[in-house]
């Protein structure tokens, strides 16, 4: 059985519904407790519970306590969370006029990113202007906002995986070289199914400049391989059986450089990230593959991208709406 605790607040799961109830029973007897029966919140997470007993996480009361206290409730829904191909700078606007109220709205979006993996990258990008906001950062938070008026029945659909099948962990990275126009710092993004469900995700800056987009792809991959060997780990820990992981990038030069070793002067300085990966895919503890742009997940999490593209990678990434579901009003695509 498992048990995930936060503060006085509880989530039990085990192979039979009467092996919790006993449990359950034994907590009762030591601790004043509540039993709620089947999951239905949990710190602000709505959990839908499907015909098909797939799941649905979404925060749509959080979302849209959000739009009251940043008084967007009445705005227009549109279709995407940024526009394709902005560039956001620190200077070139008028100072924001309320940066505590910018400053909260990044920290509610942030906790939004929990349920929806597809806003990571515009969300990511508009909290680097929290110290200066500008009035033009605080129309970016406005148009991630008038999205999710559009899509507050939207989450992330979990699915129970066959039996008889194997899991395997599955991870996706990819970059977008010195994007960034103030540092020309490059962007790395990456998402990690086990079995058909996605289970963590990440849109981040990189930490330095990347001398070519090699070098910012294999940073990418690097940090990929890090969170698969840990949650490799994690699922040994919990006697969960899975395959050896595989990480899919679409930048050749960095898939070859991670199973050839060879060091020369362009890729000394990054010397660290190369024999870290090259060791686990020597050792066979880790796949990587070469994957076409065109099938890469994790480009939702590196650029702002049309809306065609962008709706058909959030999909990709298993966020859905609940069957049936009206949002909140018609769509304007305006990318």
């Given amino acids: 059985m498992y048990a ?53 996480l979404s925060q749509r009361k959080y979302i849209l306590d959000l739009l009251v206290k ?13 526009v394709a191909g902005l560039k956001l700078t620190r200077d ?13 709205t990044m920290s509610a979006l942030q906790c ?17 202007f929290m110290s200066n906001p500008k009035e033009n950062h605080w129309l970016a938070v406005k148009r991630i906002l008038r999205y999710l008026k559009g899509t507050l029945h939207f989450g992330l659909h979990l699915k129970p995986a066959p039996r008889t099948v194997t899991l395997s962990l ?5 970059a977008d070289w010195a994007t960034d126009p103030d540092d020309r710092r490059s962007t790395s993004g990456a998402c990690i199914f086990l079995g058909p469900n996605l289970i963590t995700w990440w849109s981040r800056k990189q930490t ?10 294999y940073r990418s991959l690097a940090q990929a391989t890090a969170d698969l060997l840990w949650l490799q780990s994690l699922l040994q820990e919990l006697k969960v059986t899975i395959t050896s992981p595989t990480l899919l990038c679409d930048h050749l030069s960095a898939v070859m450089l991670s199973h050839n070793p060879v060091q020369h002067s362009r890729t000394k300085h ?39 593209l962008f709706q058909d990678l959030r999909a990709k990434l298993t966020v859905t709406d609940l069957p049936g579901s009206v949002c909140g009003g018609s769509i304007r695509d305006n990318s």
Wanted: charge should be negative; include cysteine.
């Fill in 70 to 82: 940043s008084q967007m409730d009445d705005c227009s829904p549109i279709s995407t969370p940024m």
């Fill in 170 to 174: 599955l991870g996706f990275c990819d």
């Fill in 208 to 217: 330095v400049v990347a001398r070519s987009s090699c070098e910012a792809e």
């Fill in 270 to 308: 990054m010397e660290l990230d190369l024999f870290f990966v090259c060791e686990k895919v020597i050792a066979k503890q880790l796949h990587v593959q070469h994957i076409p742009a065109t099938d890469q997940l994790a480009d939702a999490l590196t650029k702002p991208l049309r809306t065609n």
């Fill in 112 to 128: 939004i990113t929990i349920t929806r993996p597809e806003l990571s990258f515009s969300v990511n990008k508009v909290c680097q």
């Fill in 4 to 56: 995930l605790v936060y503060v006085d607040d509880i989530i039990l799961t085990g192979p039979s519904a009467s092996l919790v109830q006993q449990f359950v029973t034994k907590l009762k007897d030591v601790f004043a407790l509540k039993d709620l029966g089947q999951l239905d919140y949990f710190l602000g997470i709505e959990v839908k519970h499907q015909a098909d007993h797939s799941l649905l």
């Fill in 92 to 104: 070139g606007d008028h100072p924001f006029r309320d940066p505590t109220l910018y400053r909260s």
